[in-house]
């Protein structure tokens, strides 16, 4: 299955991400961890992507798309890869479109996770990430680590992420709301979209997101 992922930013993305992508057997694409990977070895996309992302901007279309093309076309994603972060706007969905086509593939659909502005906030005051993998994720009070402060998947030390500052929040919720959503009308009208609340415990969720994506893939 090809599935894109998209919502505001601390609706659940990330956590969904994972389970889905081992449930459907398939990579779990981030591009906010691929820049997060790209700052920790301090490489010049890195540098470059940093100072977009914390001013809570998005990262330049170019790079963009070829770091997700790049990834797209590692053999592990050959058949099929759960998108999460990508596409952010309507041209980085078009160049999706564009690259799809090239391969005789098609998305086969688009999982749109909602959440209150309220809600994500308060997933995002609380979140913890691993330093040494950025899609292991915790919360302080819903998700919490067995030990505080260190992972439990890979022992890496938890910190909170530098976008995740109240000012920097507000502006990629703007972001959001300006250049990501209209990408939902854009797959609409292709008739990918299936809409889902991100309320509610996380095994909920993904049992929501699971039943959403089996109806729709019956075309139902
Ligand atoms: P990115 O890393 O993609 O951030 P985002 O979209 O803002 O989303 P988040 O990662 O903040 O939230 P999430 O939905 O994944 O939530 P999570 O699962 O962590 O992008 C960061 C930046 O990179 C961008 O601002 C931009 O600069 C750049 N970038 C990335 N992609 C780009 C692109 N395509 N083009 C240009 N620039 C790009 O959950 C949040 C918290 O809630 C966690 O603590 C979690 O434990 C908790 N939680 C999750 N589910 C539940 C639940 N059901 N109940 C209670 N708590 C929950
Ligand atoms: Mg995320």
Redesign the pocket.
């Known amino acids: 299955m090809r599935i894109v992922l998209v919502?505001p930013?601390?609706?659940?993305?990330?956590?969904?991400a994972t389970r889905l992508a081992e449930k459907l057997s398939i990579p779990h694409i981030?591009?906010?961890?691929l820049?997060r990977a790209n700052i920790s070895r301090q490489t010049e996309l890195g540098k470059l992507?940093k100072s977009?992302?914390d001013a809570?901007?998005?990262?330049p279309d170019e790079v963009?798309i070829a770091m997700?093309k790049d990834r797209m076309e590692q053999p592990d994603a050959e058949n099929g890869f759960l998108l999460?972060?990508?596409?952010?706007n309507v041209s980085?969905a078009e160049a999706l479109d564009e690259l799809l086509t090239t391969e005789d593939m098609r998305l086969d659909a688009v999982l749109d996770l909602e959440a209150p502005e309220d809600e994500v906030v308060k997933?995002?005051a609380?979140?913890?990430i691993c330093r040494k993998d950025s899609s292991h994720?915790?919360?302080v009070t819903?998700?919490k680590p067995k030990t505080e402060g260190v992972c439990d998947v890979c022992g890496g030390e938890l910190y909170q992420r530098d976008?995740d500052a109240e000012d920097t929040v507000r502006k990629?919720l703007e972001?959001y709301h300006t250049q990501t959503e209209p990408i939902i009308d854009y797959y609409k009208a292709q008739g990918l979209v299936v809409t889902i609340s991100?309320l509610?415990?996380?095994d909920e969720?993904t049992g929501r997101a699971m039943e959403a994506l089996k109806r729709d893939g019956d075309g139902a």
């Open positions: 919502g930013p601390g609706a659940g993305k990330g956590t969904q981030s591009t906010g961890d820049f992507a977009y992302m809570g901007n998005l990262v963009t997700a999460d972060g990508f596409p952010r980085q997933r995002i609380g979140r913890r994720v915790f919360h819903y998700s976008d990629r972001v991100a509610g415990a996380v969720v």
